[in-house]
């Protein structure tokens, strides 16, 4: 059930590019409404307003203007139901513990927990289901916690390229082999982010560590949960259909959007067409539409039939953010279906996927408001 009255939520990291995507996402939502703010210790102590290095397109909302910047210390967030942090990832690992330990409910975009065999890695039009997980982090904590947990989503480049890939394996099973590479937007590395005199006029065809994170974590999402006999829970990492994966990542001139050329080879044989690939895209629902949650796509996934889209300029604000956009889904000579997706890096890729997966925890039930 969806809560009828204000919940008060948290922002670690409000003054970098996520943290102030967080801050106009949830400056409109129906339910949240956010208490506190934190950040470094150059910001903590200075209003919101004077802290900020403000980026974004709308004005600061008028509510958090004044709201005094705090340390990063869980007695500053007590009053908070659920805590999302876009804490740069160097400190990130220490506060976010330390708010687990102090029972708060955290949803992170840093890489840190990612990886913990009793976190859950949630992109929320994927893998909800993965909340199932929970129980078992709290009861293994030492000492074992009652609220308090860590929910995190993806690397932005793997968020985008889950998406299409969930909703083919839904409809056709197991894929056996993909192939990634990507156009990464400059807003991907924050605030200042890649130096102008590098990014402009150019493409920079590396990006430290994040053709791991898309091989890993790509398994983690799209993979179950075992159960042994002693009812402990495990992320299987897609081993009953084992999944191969490359990915070449590139920086590119863009601002925001992340344009992702994928192609696949499925399982199954003879493999779908692209007529029917197209199809399975465009009637791909999420969990999170079915719960009612506000901030979910109403439409996860828009097929373009133009040779040309999509494109990050054109195509990066669909479902305000949180929607993706495919193109170009033809055959692939070598595996079975190429394609093109692109998904807005700071929204779906960052602190929208927090907020729709803090709204489905409390549609069933995990965050008792
Ligand atoms: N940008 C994206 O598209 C994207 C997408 C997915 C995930 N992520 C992840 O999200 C996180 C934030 O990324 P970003 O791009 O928003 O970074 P960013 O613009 O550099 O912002 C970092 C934030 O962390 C705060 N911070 C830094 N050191 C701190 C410390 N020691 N104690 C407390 N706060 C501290 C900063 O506060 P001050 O302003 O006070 O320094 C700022 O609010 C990273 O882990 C990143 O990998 C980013």
């Known amino acids: 059930m969806l809560p009828d009255r204000q919940v008060k939520v948290g922002v ?6 996520v943290g102030q995507r967080f801050i106009s996402l949830l400056a409109n939502h129906p339910f949240f409404v956010v208490a506190a703010l934190g950040a470094s210790e150059r910001s903590a102590g200075k209003p919101y307003a004077k802290a900020v290095n403000w980026k974004q397109t709308v004005p600061i909302p008028s509510a958090v203007r004044e709201l005094v910047v705090q340390p990063c210390k869980p007695e500053h967030f007590q009053d908070c139901t ?16 330390a708010f687990r330990a102090a029972e708060l409910i955290v949803f992170s975009n840093a890489k840190n927990y990612r990886r913990d065999p009793h976190v859950p890695l949630i992109v929320p039009l994927v893998n909800p289901s993965h909340l199932s997980i929970i129980p078992q982090q709290r009861a293994l904590h030492s000492p074992p916690l009652k609220k308090g947990f860590i929910v995190t989503n993806a690397n932005c480049s793997t968020t985008g390229v889950v998406i299409p890939l969930a909703a083919m394996e839904k409809a056709f099973g197991p894929i056996e082999s993909c192939i990634i590479t990507t156009m990464q937007a400059i807003s991907g590395a924050g605030y200042p982010g890649v130096a ?21 974590e790509t398994l983690k999402i799209l993979g179950g949960i075992t159960e042994t006999d002693d009812g402990k829970k495990a992320f299987d990492m897609h081993a009953r259909h084992p999944l191969r994966l490359s990915a070449s990542c590139n920086r590119v001139p863009v601002i925001d959007g992340h344009t992702e050329c994928v ?23 999420s969990d999170a539409l079915s719960l009612g949650c506000p901030s979910a796509p109403r439409h996860t996934i828009f097929v373009h039939e133009e040779p040309d889209r999509p494109q990050p300029r054109l195509d990066r604000d669909y479902q305000n953010g949180a929607g993706v956009s495919v193109g170009r889904v033809r055959q692939c000579r070598v595996l079975d279906i190429k394609f093109v997706v692109l998904s807005n890096n700071v929204c779906i890729g960052a602190a929208t996927s927090s907020i729709i997966n803090a709204e489905i925890a409390i549609a069933r039930g995990v965050i008792q408001v």
């Open 12 to 17: 670690l990291g409000a003054t970098g590019t």
């Open 82 to 97: 659920v805590v999302f942090s876009g804490l740069d990832a160097d400190a990130a690992g220490d506060i976010e513990a």
């Open 196 to 216: 102008s005199l590098d990014i402009v006029d150019n493409v920079v065809p590396y990006i430290s560590g994040e053709e791991e994170k898309i091989e890993w």
């Open 263 to 285: 192609s696949v080879r499925f399982a199954r044989r003879p493999p779908p067409s692209p007529q029917q690939v197209r199809e399975a895209l465009a009637a791909y629902t």
